[in-house]
């Protein structure tokens, strides 16, 4: 089956410091979503980006689908920041639908 | 608009023991999905639904059993928990097709004794 990669698996910054987290997939994919898990365990949907660039606030994401790669930007960190970041990539499961392989996420702490 | 939610948010229970846990989303959303969430991992897919009356199995889907008798509830229930079920249930659904957007509940918390 198809494999996500994340890197770096786990992150320290300083409040105000920037960041790129990267996800490598070994397939292609139908589309990919970029979560944060805060330290509350909730799932937060940040992007949802098969290709291209997305920005949301201090978040940006560019996925390059035909070099198989997604990044997710942080710039200036706030401690609000910390917690789990996981890329998902939809892959066919069959009949009709498809499911969300996940990344093993990047653990960030942002420290004040 | 409360999007997806979970009950109940934590449950403890003794092997053997059986529970339901209850997801609905008031989205009109087609597709719904139960995933589970171990320590150190991702999420993984137990069942799925694409639409009222619809279930499918997923990739972990033995000790789990689901029904989608409404649209907008998608029920998980263990017949018999077993300490390996202890995990992080999240549920989550999708507009009309498989790749669309999942939109994901809080999470149920449970630990099996």
């Known amino acids: 089956g198809i494999q996500v990669e994340q890197s770096p698996p786990d992150l320290i910054l300083q409040e105000g410091a920037n960041s790129t987290l990267r996800c490598n997939f070994s397939?292609?994919?139908?589309?990919l979503q970029w979560f944060h898990q805060n330290p509350w365990g909730q799932l937060i949907n940040l992007f949802y980006?098969?290709?291209g660039t997305k920005q949301n606030g201090r978040l940006s994401a560019t996925t390059v689908a035909t070099e198989r790669y997604s990044l997710l930007y942080i710039s200036s960190s706030q401690t609000t920041d910390s917690g789990v970041y996981f890329c998902a990539v939809l892959q066919f499961f069959g009949g009709a639908t498809n499911k969300l392989i996940f990344g093993t996420g990047t653990l960030l702490a942002v420290q004040p | 608009n409360a999007g997806v939610t979970q009950t109940p948010k934590f449950r403890v229970l003794k092997t053997g023991q059986s529970m339901t846990l209850l997801c609905a989303q008031d989205m009109n959303h087609e597709y719904m999905y139960w995933y589970r969430q171990d320590p150190g991992m991702g999420l993984r897919l137990i069942h799925y639904?694409?639409?009222?009356?619809?279930?499918a199995k997923g990739e972990v889907p033995d000790g789990y059993n689901v029904s989608r008798l409404k649209k907008q509830n998608f029920l998980l229930g263990l017949e018999s928990a077993a300490p390996s079920q202890t995990s992080v249930y999240f549920c989550?659904?999708?507009?009309?097709?498989?790749?669309?957007?999942?939109?994901f509940g809080p999470g149920t918390r449970l630990t099996v004794l």
């Open positions: 989550a659904s999708s507009p009309w097709t498989g790749t669309d957007t999942q939109y």
């Open positions: 397939d292609s994919v139908n589309n």
């Open positions: 639904s694409v639409g009222e009356g619809t279930t």
């Open positions: 980006i098969p290709s």
